[in-house]
């Protein structure tokens, strides 16, 4: 019986590695970022960013879809059910370095997944592809969708997937979508590959015994689930400041790099192309300041 259940378990190991060797010939590699703002223009600092440390891909967000009801949106509290509809659109004030890959992102709030968002997959994929003709950005292979969809919502969730992957391909496009850590315990989603969130791991309220940017002791217990996850996955580690005010203290957040390290460490143990793309969380030039050469030399390290 033993025998039988390891050679069982040895057979999905297997076969969920043959899928990530299968969908990782998808999956760039080299050094990415995320770039989050509501204008596109880079100052000099973060052109010469891009250079140092070789950056191929900005992962760059176009747009976030979310229900219609805009006050209860500024409240955190939209229904679910209103319609979705495109928000915070990208300005582009000068076109993107020369040789730098451009990956569409679109930020889809979990709610619009409920109920099923009928056409919303064309009108997101068309949209993307009006705006990449009206600013003349050529560089284009992939989109991405980022989502922090729930049990609840997964199903509606990975049906849209395979609506924006069919409408992508008719546009030659590959499809990436991100993956937080919560999100590891259930089946991949039909994406060519993920992108893993190493950050935002923790409790905002339990600050003062763990970072809520990043904390390995809020990522261990996921470690498990990586080697059987059947997708390729790239990482995502966090380089950004988070300010907010607590009972009306003004508290700074910031990942540590040892704590980064720490992670990447971790997570790459488990799996080897963890190591095939890194992406950093985001471009701006306060958080390129706010680690040194070095320290960006080892979170880029391949």
């Not at 204008?39 to 960013?49: P, Q």
């Not at 229904?79 to 679109?106: K, L």
């Not at 546009?171 to 989603?189: K, V, Y």
Request: glycine content about 4%; charged content about 25%; proline content about 7%.
């Amino acid at each position: 019986m033993r025998k039988t259940v390891a050679f069982l378990l040895l057979a999905v190991l297997w076969l969920a590695a043959c899928s990530r060797q299968t969908g990782t010939a998808l999956m760039p590699q080299g050094n990415a970022t995320y770039y989050w703002r509501t204008t596109f223009a880079l100052d000099s600092a973060e052109k010469d960013f891009l250079r140092r440390y070789h950056i191929g891909r900005i992962y760059c967000r176009y747009f976030d879809v979310v229900p219609s009801a805009s006050p209860a949106i500024a409240e955190g509290q939209a229904p679910v059910g209103s319609q979705p509809v495109p928000n915070a659109t990208i300005a582009f004030q000068e076109p993107f370095p020369e040789g730098v890959e451009v990956v569409p992102t679109v930020f889809v709030l979990e709610q619009c997944m409920r109920p099923y968002p009928d056409s919303l997959a064309r009108r997101i994929v068309r949209r993307i592809v009006q705006m990449n003709e009206t600013h003349d950005i050529a560089n284009v292979g992939e989109i991405q969708i980022d989502c922090d969809y729930t049990v609840r919502s997964r199903d509606n969730y990975y049906r849209f997937l395979r609506e924006v992957r069919s409408e992508a391909r008719a546009h030659g496009l590959t499809l990436s979508t991100t993956i937080r850590l919560h999100q590891l315990a259930m089946p991949a989603p039909p994406a060519d590959y993920g992108v893993l969130m190493l950050y935002n791991t923790g409790a905002p309220d339990n600050f003062a015994e763990r970072n809520p940017i990043l904390d390995i002791r809020d990522v261990q217990p996921y470690v498990r689930h990586l080697k059987g996850f059947p997708l390729p996955l790239a990482a995502a580690y966090p380089v950004f400041l988070w300010q907010r005010t607590l009972h009306g203290v003004n508290i700074d957040h910031v990942a540590p790099v040892s704590e980064i390290l720490r992670t990447k460490q971790a997570v790459e143990k488990q799996r080897d192309d963890l190591r095939r793309l890194i992406l950093t969380y985001h471009l701006d030039n306060e958080n390129i300041k706010r680690y040194t050469n070095e320290e960006y030399e080892e979170i880029y390290r391949h």
